[in-house]
């Protein structure tokens, strides 16, 4: 008598199938981050000028960066840009995308409109806006603005705040994108028995709007403080971390002592010191988020 033949279940046959899916993501992510991060974390325990032999040095590059006086300070700074552009970013891209997700039919050529700095190149920015805030033949002398006529670039806190809106500027848009889908998932039955309560528009928004976008929040906090230690083109271009060391972030500290200095090393445990704060952080918000983020943000509706 032969043996019963055994069946697959659909869904397993189904998820085996879909698997293969991920293969090309993940030997795209394990080509272009997993080998290049495995790489800079063994070029860090080593001596290397970018040119010449490698030689094996042990923890010496981590002993000297992490012993060098100017990584607290560069940590610091790095903290500062990332703290203040969440905090100008995160409100004005909420009031953004709420806005841009109404109905009116001109909101949808303002979105586009709104949309255009982020397609300019980082460098075009950081050049044009230096160009226009030069004390000499900037756009304040030319207008005859007193008020525009100032050593933007050359005094610390006002370069700081150049910084922080410049890259305000040009990332605002693309987290008001996100936020405008996120506004646009919300049901509108909510907001129609928020009427019939006689709720305006101010309450409904912190009812209803700012709870439902909780995890859209924590998904562009996340690309904010993540994406803020990755600044370094703008920052560069407009300051080159001065005036002095007051828009000194790591990542300017990363290339000074990588490509002008040439210690490849100690550029590296920089770089893996990027990595390290980038992930605790990416996982501080997570943990804030409270319940699995991936969720619908309609969960509790």
Do not use: C
């Amino acid at each position: 008598m032969s043996a019963p033949a055994t069946t697959v279940p659909r869904g397993s046959a189904r998820r085996g199938s879909l698997a293969w899916l991920a293969v090309p993501a993940l030997l795209f992510f394990v080509t272009f981050g997993v080998i290049p991060l495995v790489g800079v974390l063994v070029l860090s325990l080593t001596s290397w000028d970018g040119l010449g032999d490698i030689h094996f040095a042990g923890l010496e590059s981590w002993r000297a960066i992490l012993g060098d006086p100017g990584l607290p300070h560069a940590l610091w700074v790095t903290f500062l840009v990332m703290a203040a552009s969440w905090a100008v970013q995160t409100p004005a891209s909420i009031l953004m995308g709420v806005f841009l997700a109404g109905p009116q039919r001109y909101r949808a050529l303002l979105s586009v409109l709104y949309f255009v700095p982020l397609l300019l190149s980082h460098a075009a920015v950081a050049i044009t806006y230096k160009a226009l805030l030069d004390p000499n033949f900037g756009l304040g002398p030319g207008l005859n603005l007193s008020l525009l006529t100032q050593d933007w670039l050359g005094e610390p806190w006002l370069a700081f705040g150049v910084v922080i809106f410049v890259v305000s500027w040009q990332f605002i848009p693309f987290h008001a994108l996100i936020y405008q889908g996120g506004v646009r998932q919300i049901p509108r039955s909510m907001y129609e028995a928020a009427e019939i309560d006689g709720a305006g528009r101010v309450r409904k928004f912190f009812s209803i709007t700012l709870p439902q976008l909780k995890y859209t929040i924590i998904t562009s906090s996340t690309l904010m403080v993540v994406g803020s230690l990755t600044f370094f083109d703008l920052i560069w271009l407009l300051t080159a971390g001065g005036p002095g060391d007051a828009t000194r972030v790591l990542a300017v500290e990363m290339y000074k002592r990588g490509f002008q200095a040439n210690l490849m090393g100690p550029a590296s445990v920089i770089a893996v010191i990027l990595v390290l704060v980038g992930l605790a952080l990416a996982l501080l918000l997570r943990r804030i988020g409270g319940r699995d983020a991936s969720h619908s943000q309609m969960e509790g509706a």
